[in-house]
């Protein structure tokens, strides 16, 4: 399944390193969203984006950034990271963010915050 | 407040049928998803449900109770790659989804 791709897999950084997590979808959907995913956590919404345009921010902390330049790339900058952070971030996309879209995900990238 | 509520863990035998169940409390429903996650790997969508009832595809099969905010899904003849996590979710009235933390399944021969 290659619908919804990731890069990078894994990243370890530090605190005050910058880094950008990316998205890509082939599946022609006009919605795309970041979860955060911890162990034996709910998937966390952070970000929506409907046609390119941020439809939702669930209180993320600004040291996350979203940028979404077409509707098939999704990207997240970090910045000045906390070692909280780490997880597995995943991105999905649907149709569109009516009733009934199914969402389909990304592997995910493994973040590690030291 | 919104919950999703699952079972953190269930084992059961190659061959054999389980329910995994899902309750659920919301502002709002607009659905009910059910999704598989191998370690390690990306969620896999499953089943949806809006409707009250059974729905069925091949081994795997969901139920939707509305009235009650119950759903289970429910796998027969299990098979070893079926040991993953299952994750029941709910749209709100908003169409965000709302996620229990997953159920992990473990198979044994």
């Known amino acids: 399944e290659t619908g919804v791709t990731q890069t990078p897999r894994h990243l370890v950084m530090g605190m005050t390193n910058k880094k950008s997590l990316k998205c890509e979808q082939h599946?022609?959907?006009?919605?795309m969203y970041w979860y955060k995913q911890s162990a034996k956590k709910p998937l966390e919404l952070m970000f929506v984006y409907n046609f390119k345009e941020q439809t939702e921010n669930n209180s993320v902390p600004s040291r996350f950034s979203p940028e979404c330049p077409n509707s098939s790339h999704l990207f997240l900058h970090l910045h000045t990271l906390q070692p909280e952070d780490s997880a597995l971030y995943l991105c999905?996309?649907?149709?569109?963010?009516?009733?009934?879209?199914?969402?389909?995900f990304g592997p995910g990238t493994r973040l590690l915050v030291l | 407040g919104q919950n999703i509520d699952q079972p953190t863990e269930m084992t059961a035998t190659e061959g054999a049928i389980v329910q995994i169940n899902c309750t659920y409390q919301?502002?709002?429903?607009?659905?009910l998803f059910w999704y598989q996650q191998h370690a390690g790997e990306a969620p896999t969508f499953l089943s949806y449900?809006?409707l009250d009832g059974l729905e069925e595809k091949g081994r795997f099969s969901s139920f939707l109770s509305r009235s009650k905010g119950y759903s289970y899904l429910l796998l027969k003849e299990l098979q070893m790659k079926d040991s993953a996590s299952y994750l029941c979710a709910v749209m709100d009235s908003n169409y965000q989804l709302i996620w229990g933390a997953g159920t992990k399944l473990i198979i044994k021969p």
């Open positions: 999905a996309s649907s149709q569109t963010t009516g009733a009934s879209e199914t969402q389909y």
């Open positions: 449900n809006v």
């Open positions: 919301t502002s709002g429903f607009n659905g």
């Open positions: 599946l022609g959907h006009n919605a």
